[in-house]
């Protein structure tokens, strides 16, 4: 992917939407480039990323990353600025990126958040939280906020339609439109298309198969670590059962999608 930013160091947690003027601006926060998104960290995280994307900024136009600390107890007094990295667009990106370093003595425990400027209008801003690294390994799974089983199937059927048409049409493009944000960042449609050449010669219409049939869910739907909803299940079809399991990201409200894996069983 062409980096159309001057840039420090980058990326991914909590989707976040807001406009400075004409630009909008989408920013995720994550351990790392490829990892999962995350609005929890250990105060022993190394680094932690902001990895967004933008929409309307123009040649030469000034990008602040400014990391705050909300309230991180005797620490800081409250909303202390952390850190700030600012660089020069070269127009929009769909990688641009700010990253913060561990203190030598670890993070604070306490509530913080990103924000990102653009000139000196905020275009957004992404909340996030540090505990002690016990605390985050002893966090159980989440299992609220599931949504109801109709809305899990109509979720599984736009997804597989989407996926068959990407097939039939061996191009992945409007497929990668629709994915959530954070997979955008680490794949494109001809990468996806080359994971997934292997169902090209199939021969199985996806695509007729979900509009047919219902989906059965052999597992119960959960959101587990770093809020990432996880649906799997098949299809009854003969003699091939197609077998999918999905996993999703709230974004602006809205789940989407953020992993596939479709497979055919005998």
Not at 57 to 62: F, I, N, S, T
Not at 229 to 248: A, D, H, M, S
Request: proline share 6%; no cysteine.
């Amino acid at each position: 992917m062409k980096r159309l930013f001057a840039l420090f160091i980058a990326a991914a947690v909590a989707a976040s939407v807001a406009r400075a003027g004409d630009v909008k601006i989408k920013a995720v926060l994550a351990t790392g480039p490829d990892d999962e998104p995350a609005t929890t960290f250990a105060s022993n995280t190394p680094k932690i990323f902001a990895l967004f994307r933008s929409k309307g900024l123009q040649e030469g136009d000034k990008v602040r990353g400014v990391w705050i600390g909300e309230d991180v107890g005797d620490a800081a007094p409250p909303n202390t600025k952390i850190d700030e990295k600012a660089l020069t667009a070269e127009g929009d990106t769909d990688d641009g990126v700010f990253a913060i370093s561990k203190p030598t003595k670890g993070w604070p425990v306490g509530k913080y958040r990103v924000e990102i400027y653009v000139g000196d209008e905020l275009a957004t801003k992404v909340k996030f939280t540090i505990k002690a690294p016990e605390e985050t390994e002893k966090e159980p799974e989440k299992s609220g906020e599931v949504p109801e089983e109709t809305e899990l199937k109509s979720m599984t059927e736009a997804s597989l339609l989407s996926f068959g048409r990407a097939v039939k049409k061996k191009d992945f493009s409007k497929f990668y439109e629709d994915v959530a944000s954070v997979w955008q960042k680490q794949t494109s449609p001809e990468k996806l298309a080359e994971v997934f050449s292997e169902f090209f010669d199939k021969g199985i219409d996806l695509p007729s198969v979900v509009k047919d049939m219902e989906p059965i869910f052999n597992h119960p739907a959960a959101i587990g670590a770093n809020d990432v909803l996880l649906i799997q299940g098949y299809y009854p079809t003969k003699p091939n059962r197609v077998i999918f399991k999905l996993k999703y990201l709230s974004e602006e409200g809205e789940w989407k999608l953020f992993g596939i894996d479709v497979n055919l069983k005998e």
